[in-house]
């Protein structure tokens, strides 16, 4: 199986967003094609829209406390997507949270694949790539 | 008189030696006449002669049925014949019919005589009218009258038997008078009528009882007389009538006399009378034993009642008593005797009246020792009651069907004196409370509305009991009081309303709310911290930490570490921040007393719009203030201070670009509660979206404006350590408004 190029980062934290995009290029390679919005409207705008024309398969990493929207209300537009949109784009909560009851919500969203605790480590980035589940086990936090 | 030729004209030889007995016959007061075997008169005296109103010649040498025909068909002509044959004497009673057809009555003695029948004849018309009066007279009287034989066969009644004894005549002919007399009586009343069988013409009077055809007893009064011998009678005679009403009257006097005597003997009160020189004038028995064994003597009428034998002080008493009774009063006095035993005695005194003068008194007592123990008694239980009642902290009222307070306890008076203005003013002893509580609840008031129709439910056995919480205002507190009714039944039903003060108890169940509010908060607070830990301090952190993973990477390129660098420096200062942040909201929370002050409402806008002029100038911001209800307050002017500050601030950052701003400020002061508005026409926010989260911390809901989102969480913070509340309304596009109420 192909690795994934397109990752979608949405992160009201600037900062955050070109740490990801740099470590993303760093561990995966310069030919990742990284999307970030510091407006979730946007990334939810650019998934509906713009991604029609690419349809690939992408990872979604997404912020869950956001000003005007926040990643459980993004999610909430995500699942009115089409299947064909939602089977392509692997979703995954980067948060800086180390709130359990942040967990436990991703967890039950059948669209959400893992939640990751900020930062991004190599470890998880590669397995992000390879498309893996981060199982149970795996989701612990990185501190 | 009698000649030889004059007594022989038909030849007639008179028998020798009879001459003398034919004077006699000559001489005779009765009529006499002689009929030979073939009914001739052969003899006829002169008597005959006028008693037949005929002469001699008439009758001798006829016979009888030629003189008077249809003399045979007659009982005298049976009697006559019976005798010519039988030649035995009989006597006849004749009535006798003259030619002019009036009558007389002749009494016959018919005897044999060797010429034939020998006949006597009396008139007795004159005694046979006699009689016949003397019946009448008898008859018809209300006395009744009875001839008895000497072994009591009753010979005669007269008819007014019928009437009081029930007998007629012929039944009663029947009896004995031995039968007819009542068994008590019979014995005594034999011998007296044995007694005057010896002295003729003697009599006795008697009253006794004689049975009553129907069985009854009927008393009768009447005498005896014998006259036995007395010819025409020959019999004992009674006269007697009627007295059964008279000795019933008898009776009953006797009766009610025996009773009065028997109840005032009986009776255990005391009764007696004295003079006016204190003399004892009648006393009853119970009177006399005490007396007697009081004084260890014997007490007579006439004794001075003064002079008794009995204790100083008791006479003094009784004679201070005695004058006020001679005075004309009538009274009652209780006398409490404590030797030798404790007696209450009741004495009542009536003065006796002669001719307008006090003449004395009588006097009644009667020993009420139990009466005033049970009296006592129920007095001491009533104290005891009352007591009870009275050492209650609940107010207590008993109320009758009607609404009339029958009784209050101390507790009840003394809060409606205490409150004199307040509703219980008009529900002491006597007041009608329904009315009272209709009045108030007709005013308008639902708490005695409430109460009024809890107690109608208890009243009409709708609820067993009504319990009540409710709160009033004295002017100096708020209370708080539960009210429970009850019903009772007594002669009446009752009601007992019983009020309790429970404001102790609803002090503490708020302090308690309160503590469990302040509780709530903290855990609050321990909340909001976790998620600032988690996100404004993990965040900068975890953009450090993964800074620091890659840094050392070889393949980053100049610029991309020049960025890192950066973001790490930005990361740090946000931490910064956000460490600064917390230390200054932890050490907000609670304002001292100290640290308050008056501050003026309008002079505080007037300094921030003087110290944000650089926001409000080139916005096109207006700030409208009306602070004419209250503008001055006693508080925490550098909380109030930062209240206004970033309500104002907030308003200007979330302005509609492109109309002009308007921010109104004011305040409102009712029932003790300041209230402080903030409205703005700005953007407003979807409370049903964001509601949950305006005051919270780090909550921002625009990118565009600056800010950290902790504005309105610092505000809240501040009004709260202020012991306000602060709400918001708002609208998207419309405008906000922020509301805080502070207790003044």
């Keep these: 199986m192909k690795a994934i190029q397109l990752y979608i980062m949405v992160d009201d934290d600037a900062i955050n967003n070109m740490l990801c995009t740099i470590s993303l290029k760093r561990y995966l390679g310069d030919n990742i094609q990284v999307k970030s919005f510091t407006e979730p409207e946007l990334g939810l705008g650019f998934i509906k829209n ?68 900020k930062p991004l480590t190599q470890e998880i980035l590669i397995s992000i790539s390879n498309n893996q589940h981060i199982s149970q086990k795996d989701q612990h936090f990185f501190s | 008189m009698f000649s030889e030729e004059t007594y022989n004209p038909h030849g007639f030889q008179p028998l020798t030696g009879e001459k003398s007995y034919r004077n006699i016959l000559d001489y005779m007061l009765e009529g006499v006449q002689i009929l030979n075997f073939d009914w001739q008169y052969i003899y006829v005296n002169d008597v005959v002669l006028k008693q037949s109103k005929l002469s001699r010649e008439d009758l001798l040498g006829f016979t009888m049925p030629q003189r008077y025909p249809g003399v045979e068909k007659t009982e005298l002509w049976k009697i006559l014949k019976r005798c010519m044959n039988t030649r035995k004497s009989e006597q006849f009673e004749n009535e006798f019919i003259y030619a002019d057809n009036t009558i007389s009555y002749f009494q016959l003695r018919i005897q044999p005589c060797p010429e034939g029948l020998l006949i006597l004849s009396v008139d007795i018309t004159e005694y046979n009218n006699n009689e016949k009066r003397f019946r009448v007279l008898i008859e018809k009287s209300q006395d009744m009258k009875t001839l008895s034989s000497k072994d009591g066969d009753i010979l ?3 008819p007014s038997i019928t009437k009081v004894l029930g007998y007629t005549t012929d039944e009663y002919l029947q009896k004995n008078v031995l039968d007819m007399v009542h068994p008590d009586d019979v014995a005594s009343f034999l011998l007296k009528r044995k007694n005057i069988f010896e002295v003729p013409g003697s009599s006795f009077h008697y009253e006794h ?17 014998n006259l036995l011998n007395e010819p025409g009678i020959f019999a004992i005679v009674s006269n007697f009538r009627d007295i059964s009403e008279r000795k019933l009257a008898e009776q009953q006097r006797e009766f009610e006399q025996n009773n009065l005597n ?34 260890s003597g014997t007490i007579k009428k006439g004794d001075d009642i003064r002079k008794l034998n009995i204790p100083q002080e008791r ?72 007591g009870v009642i009275d050492s209650l902290n609940a107010h207590i009222a008993v109320v009758d069907s009607k609404g009339v307070v029958i009784t209050v306890n101390a507790a009840w008076k003394k809060f409606a004196d205490a409150n004199g203005k307040d509703r219980l003013q008009n529900s002491s002893v006597g007041a009608n409370y329904f009315e009272v509580c209709k009045k108030l609840a007709d005013a308008g008031d639902e708490t005695v509305m409430q109460v009024l129709t809890g107690i109608m439910n208890v009243l009409h056995k709708k609820e067993e009991i009504f319990n009540l919480e409710y709160t009033c205002s004295t002017t100096e507190k708020q209370l708080w009081f539960s009210m429970q009714v009850m019903r009772f039944e007594s002669d009446d039903t009752m009601l007992v309303i019983s009020v309790h003060d429970i404001s102790e108890r609803k002090k503490a169940e708020l302090e308690r709310a309160d503590i469990f509010n302040s509780l709530l908060q903290r855990n609050k607070d321990l909340e909001q911290f976790s998620y600032i830990v988690s996100h404004n301090l993990r965040a900068p952190v975890a953009n450090i930490l993964g800074t620091a993973n890659i840094i050392d990477n070889p393949g980053l390129s100049v610029s991309d570490k020049e960025l890192l ?79 206004f500050y970033n309500l104002i601030t907030n308003s200007i950052k979330f302005r509609k670009p492109n109309i002009q701003t308007i921010i109104r400020i004011g305040s409102t002061c009712k029932d003790e509660l300041l209230e402080l508005s903030f409205a703005d026409n700005g953007t407003g926010i979807n409370l049903k979206k964001r509601g949950g989260q305006v005051f919270g911390i780090y909550k921002r809901f625009h990118l565009e404006s600056e800010g950290r989102g902790i504005g309105l969480f610092l505000v809240k913070t501040q009004v709260e350590a202020l012991g306000g509340k602060i709400t918001i ?16």
């Design chain 2, 209 to 225: 009882r004689v049975k009553h055809k129907s069985g009854h007893w009927i008393w009768r009064e009447g005498t005896i007389t």
């Design chain 2, 729 to 744: 309304a708002s609208e998207e596009n419309i405008g906000t408004k922020f509301t805080i109420t502070f207790i003044l």
């Design chain 2, 156 to 158: 005669y009644c007269s």
């Design chain 2, 565 to 643: 660098v950066k973001g790490v420096g930005e990361s740090a200062k946000k931490l910064d921040e956000v460490i600064y942040d917390l230390n200054y909201i932890l050490k907000l929370r609670q304002v001292k007393e100290e640290t308050k002050e008056k501050v003026c409402f309008s002079k505080l806008v007037k300094e921030i719009t003087y110290n944000i002029h650089h926001l409000i100038d080139p916005n096109n911001v207006i700030i409208q203030y009306d602070f004419s209800a209250i503008d001055e307050w006693r508080t925490s002017k550098e909380y109030l201070y930062s209240i």
């Design chain 2, 262 to 295: 028997a109840l005032i003997n009986n009776t255990q009160d005391l009764m007696w009378s004295i003079g006016k020189d204190f003399s004892l004038i009648t006393y009853n028995r119970a009177f006399e034993t005490l007396m007697n064994f009081l004084t």
């Design chain 1, 50 to 117: 713009e991604f029609n024309d690419i349809m690939q398969r992408a990872v979604l990493l997404l912020d869950v406390n956001m000003p005007t929207m926040t990643g459980w209300e993004f999610m909430e537009e995500f699942d009115n997507l089409s299947e064909e949109v939602q089977k392509l784009i692997s979703v995954y909560i980067l948060s800086s949270s180390i709130d359990e009851q942040d967990k436990q919500r991703a967890d039950s969203n059948k669209n959400i694949i893992g939640f990751i605790s």
């Design chain 2, 315 to 386: 006479l003094q008493l009784m004679k201070f008593f005695y004058q006020r009774a001679l005075k004309g009063e009538i009274f009652t006095e209780i006398q409490h005797i404590t030797e030798p035993v404790e007696i209450y005695n009741e004495i009542s005194f009536y003065p006796i009246y002669k001719n307008n003068v006090v003449i004395g008194t009588a006097c009644h007592a009667r020993d009420v020792t139990s009466r005033i123990r049970f009296e006592q008694q129920i007095k001491n239980s009533e104290i005891f009651n009352r």
